[in-house]
Structure formats: C-alpha cells, structure tokens
C-alpha cells in the first residue's frame, strides 16, 4: 500500500477538502503525523479528524505521534508520571474508539538517542507501556515507532553537516523495541547524495540484513529545486528518485510506503520543495511516477 502524508494546500475548507479527494490518485492511505498530545485535546485534533474522515473519503489513515524536537531532541513534555499516564491513556482511549490499523509512537527516535541518551531510555520504557495499553483495547493495531534510516547507517554527512561514518551505524536499536509489530523509517538519501544515480544499490536491500520484520516507510522524499548551493535538484531529477526508490524497494515487499508531501510546504530546504504537486496544482513527474509504481 502507498499513501502520501496530510499536507494540503491549506487548511482552508476547500483545500482541505480537495487534498483528500486527490490523496485518493496517490494510494490508499492517509497518514498524519504530530504532537501526542493531541489525542488528549479536548477537540481531539489531527488525530481524530484524519480517522473520522477516512470512511467518507475512502483511506486507511496511518496515525504517528511525536514526543520530541527532532532538530534539537528537545522533549516537548517532561517524561515524568504524569506525561507518561496522559501519552497511555490518551493512546488506549484512541485505539478503543477507532480501531486503527496502524499506531506510530515517536518519530525519528534514533535522532533522540544521538542527542539524549538518557531520554531515549525513558521512551523505551514508555513504548513498552503504551504498546500493553493499545493492544488491550485494539489488538489487532500494529503498534510501532519510527528510526530515520540514513541517520541509522551511519550517514552524517551531506546537508546534515557532519561526516559519513560507517563505524557509527545504529542498527543495535531495532533490538530495544524488540516487540514493535513493524519497522518504519523515514527516508531521505537527497540529504546525503546529490543525485539519485549516487544511490548505492544495495541502499534499500541492507534493512533486509537486520529484520525479519515487515518494513514501513511513514516519510520518502526528495527535493525538485534548484537549491541549496551544491545540492541543486530538478523536478526530473525528483521524478528519476521515485523509480529509483521502487526499484531498490521491490524485493523488500514493503508493507506501506509513503510520500511526505502532496503541496509543497513552507518549511525549510530542501524540504520546502518535496511536493509532488506545485504550489498551484500542476503535477511534477514525480507525481505521475508515484502514481503507476507499485
């Protein structure tokens, strides 16, 4: 299955609107991503809103929560008693009411462990509560949580700033959440490679190496811009990195894929160009490339 990532236009009536009747063209899932602590507004939030709608718009929406900064792996709550109580409740209440099929819990977290070791300890704890907590009230959810793959191998360098260091390869994680149902990464090699030739291979293929397990991607992209200096894109250039994708993908059968935009988003580079679709509608050939693979 493939789907793409809530990000409208806007969130204007008509462009929210219009952005689930054309997430349709791009697979079957919808997939939102943010603060846990929505679940526990008293509005019910993202969360609630991308679950109720999914019947009427025809989707399987992914659900992902987030606990910490990933820039600076500041946690937006203390991870004490009752921040822990508040995520498992919130978690279990939401599983009771909507069955969902799939419940992410962090995003990213290896990025917690590089820059907060001593927190990465607590989410370990907490994900081990909170998958009890889903589980009893939907057993059938697959509960998981998300590692951002080329921070997994090792791959500082690049736009991340630092140096690429196999030594440094973080694979050993997988065995903390030795109970997640699946394994999800974020996925984005134009951060480290300048073109999608750059690829190794066997980019895709090493995952298969360190899990059994079925393999998720809640987040793929890769920028179509011009910029920034020295890691100028290009929308065929864009387009050239989803067959590329699908092609070093195929053998791991993944069991969702997702692209992290539909518009282009006012966030910084490169990932303020990773839309599939301009700002004013028109498809980049990627687009259409995401749109027949799989």
């Known amino acids: 299955m493939k789907g793409i990532t809530l990000t409208p236009r806007s ?36 969360p609630k809103v991308v679950a109720e709608l999914a019947p009427t718009y025809d989707y399987m929406p992914v659900i992902v929560l987030q606990f910490f ?22 978690a279990h209440a939401f599983a009771e009411k909507y069955k969902p099929h799939y419940l992410g819990l962090g995003i990213e977290v290896n990025i917690l462990y590089e820059k907060s070791p001593a927190d990465f300890d607590g989410f370990v704890g907490l994900f081990g509560e909170v998958y009890d907590a889903v589980k009893s009230a939907s057993p059938d959810t697959k509960v998981f949580t998300v590692f951002q793959l080329e921070r997994m191998k090792g791959l500082h360098g690049g736009l991340f700033g630092g140096t690429n260091d196999p030594s440094k390869v973080q694979w050993h ?50 920028h179509s811009a011009a910029s920034p200096r020295g890691w100028e894109s290009s929308e065929a250039e864009q387009g050239e ?25 006012s966030t910084i580079e490169p990932f303020n160009s990773m839309g599939l679709l301009r700002s004013d509608g028109g498809e980049r050939p990627a687009w259409q490339e995401w749109v027949r693979a799989g």
């Open 241 to 265: 990195f989803v067959k590329t994708f699908f092609d070093q993908t195929r053998d791991l059968r993944s069991e969702i894929v997702i692209w992290s935009f539909m518009y282009d988003q």
């Open 173 to 222: 994680l997988l065995d903390r959440f030795s109970r997640s149902d699946i394994i999800a990464f974020t996925t984005y090699p134009d951060l480290i490679y300048k073109d999608p030739k750059d690829i190794p291979s066997d980019y895709y293929a090493e995952i298969a190496q360190h899990t059994s397990k079925p393999i998720v991607f809640v987040e793929v992209g890769w």
């Open 69 to 90: 900064t990933q820039s600076s792996g500041q946690l937006l709550r203390p991870l004490d008693a009752a921040t822990v109580t508040s995520y498992r409740e919130s």
């Open 11 to 46: 969130f204007s009536p008509s462009d929210f609107t219009g952005f689930l009747a054309k997430a349709k063209e791009a697979g079957s899932i919808v997939s939102w991503e943010g603060d846990w602590g929505e679940l526990a507004s008293s509005s019910g939030g993202g």
